[in-house]
């Protein structure tokens, strides 16, 4: 499931895309432009996709996040970022 969804980091809007999510039913999640800070990382939330990965900056800027769900069996061996935060693969 992959969806743009232009800044998370009102609770409302978080919460109304963490309930859609969860009701989809996805093993893999990507989001688009969740806008978050370092420190508001912990804002998006879903029952059932408990890894999480951000790339973002230190900046308030576009990112991406990616959750995975505990039924899929995904382990990561390395992880790189440039100097902006973003993943290198």
Known sequence: ?????????TPIR???VSEWIRKED???CSLQETH???KDICILKVRGLT??????GRQKK?????LISDKVDFKIKTI??????HYIT
Do not use: C, Q, Y
């Open 62 to 66: 576009a990112g991406v996040t990616t």
């Open 51 to 56: 890894t999480i990965h951000h790339a973002n």
């Open 26 to 28: 996805a093993s893999i």
């Open 1 to 9: 499931l992959t969806l743009n969804v232009n800044r998370l980091n």
């Open 14 to 16: 978080s919460h109304t």
């Open 36 to 38: 978050f800070r370092p």
């Open 80 to 85: 790189n970022r440039d100097k902006e935060g």
